[in-house]
C-alpha cells in the first residue's frame, strides 16, 4: 500500500507511473501565488492540467493534494482514478475506484470509470454489468463514454452509438469530454473516428497545443503526413520549445511515400 499513501500524502515511495517525455515548454507555468497558498480545487486545477500534458507523476501528486484537503471534492479522486488509468496502472486505478466508491457509493461517474477498468482488465460481462447498473443510476455523459469503450473491447457494432450519445451530450464549451471520446477511439485504432472528435475540440479550444498533437497523431496514422506535420507545427507554434513536438516533425517530414500509402492501407 505504500503507493497509495504516496498517491495521497506526495511521499517518495513506490516506483513512479510511466510518463511521455517532457519538454521545458510543456512544464506547467510557475503558479502565480505560493503553491501552500492553493485550496483543493487549485490543486485540482492543477492536477489535470498535468494529466492532460501527459505528467502523469506530477499529476498524481497535485490530485493527492486535493484530496487530502478536501476529501469531499469527487473531481479530485475522478482525476486520481483517470491518471493511474491512463499511465497503464489498472489495477491499481481499479482499487482506488472501489476506495472512491466508498466515499461515494452509487455515483454513476466512478461507477462507469469502474465498468471501464473491468474491460481493460479482460472481465467483459462483468464490465457490461458495471455499466448497466451506472446507466441505471444516472444517463451521464461519462455513462455513454464508459459505454461505448466497453463494447469496443467486445467489437460490439453498437459501440458507436453509444459514443455517438455521449457525443450528441457534449455542452457547447466542453472540450474536456471531447479529449475523452477521441481517445476512447484513439486507444483502439478508430483513428478516423478520433480525427473527427479531435478536429472538434480543436475548434473549441485552438490554443492549447496538446489537441493538436492529439490530432497530429490521427492524421499520422492515417497515413496523412502533411496534415500531420501541418497540426503538430499548430502545437508548436502554441508551445515553441517543445523539443519533443518539433523533432517528431522533422521524422515525420522524412517519412517515405511507401511508408505513407502502408500506413493508409493499415488503418483503413
Keep these: 500500500m505504500g503507493r497509495f499513501s504516496k498517491l495521497e500524502l506526495g511521499s517518495q515511495s513506490g516506483e513512479p507511473p510511466r510518463e511521455r517525455p517532457v519538454s521545458p515548454a510543456q512544464e506547467p507555468s510557475p503558479a502565480a501565488r ?26 498524481l501528486r497535485r490530485y493527492g493534494q486535493a484530496i487530502k484537503l478536501d476529501s469531499t471534492l469527487l473531481e479530485a479522486w475522478v482525476g486520481q482514478i483517470d491518471t493511474l488509468a ?13 476506495r472512491a ?7 454513476p461517474t466512478l461507477l462507469s ?14 464490465a457490461l454489468g458495471a455499466s448497466d447498473y451506472a446507466l441505471q443510476r444516472g444517463h451521464s455523459l461519462r455513462a455513454w463514454i464508459a459505454r461505448g469503450e466497453i463494447l469496443l473491447h467486445g467489437n460490439s457494432p453498437n459501440a458507436v452509438a453509444c459514443l455517438d450519445k455521449a457525443l ?4 457547447d464549451g466542453d472540450w474536456m469530454n471531447l479529449v475523452r471520446i477521441g481517445a476512447v477511439y484513439a486507444r483502439h485504432r478508430r483513428h478516423a473516428k478520433a480525427l473527427e472528435v479531435f478536429q472538434r475540440a480543436c475548434a473549441m479550444e485552438p490554443g ?13 496514422h492515417l497515413g496523412f503526413m502533411d496534415r ?24 515525420l517530414a522524412n517519412t517515405g511515400l511507401l511508408a505513407r500509402l502502408w500506413r493508409r492501407f493499415r488503418w483503413r
Excluded at 480545487?41 to 494529466?51: A, H, V
Excluded at 500531420?228 to 521524422?251: G, H, K, M, Y
Design 101 to 107: 466508491l466508498d466515499q461515494f457509493p452509487d455515483d
Design 34 to 59: 505560493p503553491e501552500q497558498d492553493y485550496d483543493a480545487r487549485g490543486y485540482l486545477r492543477l492536477g489535470t492540467d498535468l494529466l492532460l500534458r501527459g505528467q502523469f507523476e506530477e499529476a
Design 208 to 220: 492549447r497545443a496538446h489537441l493538436w498533437r492529439s490530432l497530429s497523431e490521427c492524421h499520422e
Design 168 to 171: 450528441e451530450q457534449v455542452p
Design 86 to 98: 491512463e499511465s497503464g496502472q489498472t489495477r491499481e486505478a481499479d482499487v482506488w475506484c472501489a
Design 113 to 126: 470509470i469502474r465498468a471501464v477498468l473491468f474491460a481493460r482488465q479482460g472481465m467483459l460481462q462483468r
Design 228 to 251: 500531420a506535420i501541418e497540426t503538430a507545427q499548430r502545437a508548436l507554434e502554441i508551445e515553441p520549445n517543445d523539443l519533443v513536438t518539433e523533432s517528431r516533425i522533422r521524422r
